[in-house]
């Protein structure tokens, strides 16, 4: 059992940037590492992976403003949001699973997921 805990959220304005992070109680190396995110009243969405290989993919609505990176000697898998929007609002999870590309998206396709941290993006 992998235990996943998010941090980092917060109320923040256009614009602004923040940084979160998901610690973990295994290996990020054995994993691939997602992040997710839960608009209120929506679906929870795919954000971005970063595979055991260290490939990396994005959702098309985050592409050249987010960043997901993983640091293996901390346990560590975090995502550097830029230029956040409001649709961005919502609560984040990590995600770890043993995924093929094709099913990256697909919240079945992880085994363990954190509680999540709020993000609003709010004037």
């Known amino acids: 059992q992998v235990q996943l805990e998010e941090s980092g959220g917060g109320l923040v304005q256009p614009g602004a940037s923040l940084r979160l992070s998901c610690a973990t109680s295994?290996?990020?190396?054995?994993?691939?590492m997602a992040w997710f995110y839960q608009a209120p009243g929506k679906e929870r969405e795919f954000v971005a992976v970063?595979?055991?290989?260290?490939?990396?993919y994005y959702a098309d609505s985050v592409k050249g403003r987010f960043t997901i990176s993983r640091d293996s000697t901390k346990n560590t898998v975090d995502l550097q949001m830029n230029s956040l929007k409001f649709e961005d609002t919502g609560l984040y999870y990590c995600?770890?699973?043993?995924?093929?590309?094709?099913?990256?998206?697909?919240?079945?396709?992880?085994?363990?997921w954190g509680q999540g941290t709020q993000v609003t993006v709010s004037s």
């Open positions: 295994g290996s990020v190396r054995d994993y691939d």
């Open positions: 970063v595979r055991r290989n260290n490939a990396k």
């Open positions: 995600a770890a699973g043993s995924i093929i590309l094709s099913t990256a998206r697909l919240i079945n396709s992880y085994y363990y």
